[in-house]
């Protein structure tokens, strides 16, 4: 199948059993990777970026807030959500050790998400 579903800004998709985890431009999707059909959207973000760590999602918006999301299917269910830098935010969060670290061009931030 070929569609224009995700059509990703800042990083790529992350699949977790058989769906796809992104941002189409300013809305983020979950898509069956099986078939193209969208899942569910959600708009709350603008462009953004998404990491997955324990079947979750770490959605990180360009206004600095980052989310956690459960990873499914079913629906978009957040689990939290903190404005974790101020100005725009165009960058990859990453995830080591139990630690996660956001970042702009003039902020880092690192949480322990253990």
Known sequence: ?????????FNGSVLLDGFLYGFD???LKCINALTGEEQWANRDFG??????????????????QIALVKATPTGYTELGRHTALTGRCWTIPAL?????YVR???ELVCYDVK
């Open 1 to 9: 199948w070929t569609n224009r579903l995700f059509r990703n800004h």
């Open 25 to 27: 431009n300013k809305n």
């Open 47 to 64: 462009k953004g970026s998404v990491i997955l760590a324990d079947d979750k999602l770490y959605v990180q918006g360009e206004n600095g």
């Open 96 to 100: 080591a050790n139990g630690k996660l």
């Open 104 to 106: 702009n061009m003039s």
